[in-house]
């Protein structure tokens, strides 16, 4: 258990739809990253969040939104969802170790658009 | 930008054995970070061993070793007495140095490994 939580863990809905999905950091971390595992597209970033500010963004759709809360806790919006926004999304928080960041993830949460 | 390269697809050894992974990657920057995560059955991402680009000793977890060959940059894993536990998908991730600017994950393709009884 990496200390991360993802809820929900499955999550099943229908084209065009709006899906939240929630993240709590290991405690007193205060980064929390969110990447997207889909078959063609293997793992890739999608966004950071530092202590409530976006940090750093990557291959994150207009469609996609996240924010993190003061309490640390960070959301994944989803939006106008298509077939191809199915995948495993893992969130993930960081731990500075011997000077290295270094990352732990959740279990994921699997959303399936039908 | 940065990229991550796992040329093995697919692998297999037998229970006890030891096994190689191999990772190659792109990238101007200097300082930076490399890590193995692997991802089980259950899906579960489980971060594996860490090495930094400056610290030319490789690093070790247990009968988990790398070797890091910079300026081929080149992140191979080693596995050693292989168990059946050890069956999974391995990633091969590359970090840049902490800095303002994020710290990202960029991984490779994966390689998925079974063990053999």
């Known amino acids: 258990d990496s200390g991360v939580t993802q809820t929900p863990k499955h999550l099943i809905t229908a084209t065009g739809q709006r899906v939240t999905l929630r993240c709590s950091p290991r405690?007193?971390?205060?980064?929390v990253y969110w990447y997207q595992q889909s078959l063609d597209q293997g793992l890739q970033f999608l966004i950071q969040y530092y202590n409530g500010e976006e940090r750093a963004k990557g291959n994150i759709l207009e469609r996609f939104s996240a924010q993190q809360f003061p309490d640390l806790h960070s959301e994944l919006n989803l939006s106008s969802l298509e077939l191809g926004d199915s995948a495993l999304y893992f969130c993930?928080?960081?731990?500075?170790?011997?000077?290295?960041?270094?990352?732990?993830f959740g279990p994921g949460t699997r959303l399936t658009v039908l | 930008a940065q990229t991550v390269t796992q040329s093995q697809p697919e692998m297999s050894v037998q229970e006890a054995e030891t096994v190689t992974l191999s990772c190659t990657y792109d990238t101007s920057e200097n300082n930076y970070y490399l890590f193995w995560y692997k991802q089980p059955p259950s899906r579960q991402m489980i971060l594996v061993i860490r090495q930094e680009a400056y610290k030319q000793q490789n690093a070790t977890e247990n009968r988990f070793s790398v070797n890091f060959q910079k300026a081929a940059k080149s992140f191979s894993l080693k596995i050693s007495d292989s168990q059946l536990g050890d069956t999974a998908m391995y990633f091969c991730?590359?970090?840049?140095?902490?800095?303002?600017?994020?710290?990202?994950?960029?991984f490779g393709g994966g390689t998925r490994l079974m063990v053999k009884p």
């Open positions: 405690s007193g971390d205060l980064s």
């Open positions: 991730a590359f970090m840049k140095r902490l800095n303002n600017a994020g710290n990202m994950l960029t």
């Open positions: 993930a928080s960081s731990v500075r170790l011997a000077g290295v960041d270094t990352q732990y």
